[in-house]
């Protein structure tokens, strides 16, 4: 009778002891997880002294909460063009992106094509005529939209 005492005593502690030790794991825990914040106020239902008869949003955030979103560029390369064809570049990108070309003085005759707003959409043309100069030359086309900012070069072949 005694040895089953003895396994009772201690079945009865043990209980008490992880009892203890779960809730002591569950006070560390809540340090590492970052228990709860109590520094802030919790927002309140009923509407403050202060508080704006409209409560419409603002209607432009502030740049640090507008989500970046990627500008997606993707340019079409033209054909292999004869010296002093039009050369045609169709870009397509986000809508609203402002787009400028990068085009070398031999792959072009006269000015540099001016840079592009996107319109909604997404697609827009770069035109120009091909420079006198046999060759394989690389055009850049950078697009900005927001915070966002993206370039790709693409080879154009004149023969």
Same mark, same amino acid.
């Given at each position: 009778?005694?040895?089953?005492?003895?396994?009772?005593?201690?079945?009865?502690?043990?209980?008490?002891?992880?009892?203890?030790?779960?809730?002591?794991?569950?006070?560390?825990?809540?340090?590492?997880?970052?228990?709860?914040? =109590?520094?802030?106020?919790?927002?309140?239902?009923?509407?403050?002294?202060?508080?704006?008869?409209?409560?419409?949003?603002?209607?432009?955030?502030?740049?640090? &909460?507008?989500?970046?979103?990627?500008? @997606?560029?993707?340019?079409?390369?033209?054909?292999?063009?004869?010296?002093?064809?039009? %050369?045609?570049?169709?870009?397509?990108?986000?809508?609203?992106?402002?787009?400028?070309?990068?085009?070398?003085?031999?792959?072009?005759?006269?000015?540099?094509?001016?840079?592009?707003?996107?319109?909604?959409?997404?697609?827009? =043309?770069? =035109?120009?005529?091909?420079?006198?100069?046999?060759?394989?030359?690389? @055009?850049?086309?950078?697009?900005?939209?927001?915070?966002?900012?993206?370039?790709?070069? &693409?080879? %154009?072949?004149?023969?």
């Amino acid at each position: 009778m005694n040895i089953v005492r003895a396994s009772q005593r201690a079945t009865r502690g043990g209980c008490g002891t992880l009892i203890v030790g779960l809730i002591i794991l569950g006070a560390i825990g809540s340090l590492f997880d970052g228990g709860s914040d =109590t520094s802030m106020p919790r927002p309140s239902s009923a509407p403050s002294a202060t508080s704006d008869p409209d409560p419409s949003p603002s209607p432009t955030p502030s740049p640090s &909460v507008v989500p970046s979103l990627p500008i @997606a560029l993707a340019v079409d390369p033209p054909a292999a063009v004869a010296r002093g064809a039009e %050369i045609v570049l169709t870009v397509r990108a986000s809508a609203g992106s402002e787009c400028e070309i990068g085009v070398p003085e031999l792959a072009r005759a006269g000015e540099a094509p001016a840079a592009l707003f996107v319109p909604n959409g997404g697609i827009a =043309t770069f =035109t120009w005529r091909a420079g006198a100069t046999k060759g394989v030359w690389f @055009a850049t086309v950078v697009c900005t939209a927001e915070l966002e900012r993206e370039a790709l070069e &693409v080879a %154009i072949t004149i023969k």
